[in-house]
């Protein structure tokens, strides 16, 4: 059964600025994103201060460093620590097998809406959910985003506790939330005290002939998706 949750607090509108704005700020940062800067600062003034304000600090944070030292940080925070990956099935799953079905709701989300993925990127990185809601299906990319909540929430947190500069960018993405229900507070300190799964047996494909054919081989054989490092490009 599907799970209802509240509307949106913010219109229509102000929920694209918030998250393309906070897809281009978690992205790896490089030259492209120093060019947007200005345009992400415009969409912040547009926002209520609270959250106009998270984003316009971590705009200043990338443009008042040098870029090497940018890349550094990002790399040492999302890529190494599990607490601070970009990877929302991952909160819950880690890297055990029930996390490729867990992919495959994702893919199939975006494929209905005909939200096409580079096959160099997985489809539950926050930046790709964050782009799909904002650009093509708010309220089916909100329903993601919710229903991985307690994952969401323990990033907050983490990036909170190390003071990172990304931190506000995911206080801005919560604030368009609803409140964290009961359950969820549940899974948050669940997941705080225990950390995401870590049984090391890798994933299984988690796109089979059988549920997309259009990506199979010749032979009928599963392809395996590589897992990516940073996003790429979306069609």
């Known amino acids: 059964m599907t799970r209802k949750y509240p509307k949106a607090a913010l219109p229509p ?5 918030v998250w393309q704005s906070a897809s281009l700020l978690l992205d790896y940062p490089d030259e492209g994103l120093l060019a947007r800067a200005g345009v992400v600062r415009e969409a912040a003034d547009r926002l209520p201060e609270e959250i106009g304000a998270s984003l316009r600090a971590v705009v200043d944070h990338l443009e008042a460093r040098p870029l090497a030292d ?9 890529d190494t620590r599990r607490r601070c990956n970009l ?3 991952y909160f819950a799953h880690g890297d055990t097998r ?9 893919k199939q989300t975006y494929l209905r809406s005909g939200f096409v993925l580079d096959e160099a990127e997985l489809p539950d990185h926050l930046c790709v959910v964050l782009e799909y809601a904002a ?6 990319g909100r329903r993601l985003i919710l229903d991985h909540r307690a994952g969401l929430e323990l990033l907050r947190l983490s990036l909170r ?32 005290a225990e950390g995401p799964p870590d049984e090391e047996v890798g994933l299984d494909p988690y796109v089979t002939a059988e549920l997309d054919p259009a990506i199979a081989n010749a032979t009928g054989r ?11 490009a979306r069609a």
């Open 13 to 17: 509108d102000q929920l694209l600025l």
């Open 161 to 192: 506790d190390r003071r990172s500069p990304w931190a506000p960018v995911v206080d801005a993405v919560c604030a368009t939330l609803p409140p964290l229900r009961g359950d969820e507070m549940a899974a948050v300190r669940r997941l705080a």
């Open 135 to 140: 650009t093509v299906d708010q309220e089916l």
């Open 70 to 78: 940018v890349q550094a940080d990002y790399v040492e925070t999302f």
């Open 87 to 89: 990877f929302l099935t």
């Open 98 to 106: 029930k996390r490729g079905m867990a992919l495959l709701r994702f």
């Open 222 to 232: 599963q392809e395996l998706l590589p897992m990516p490092t940073m996003p790429g």
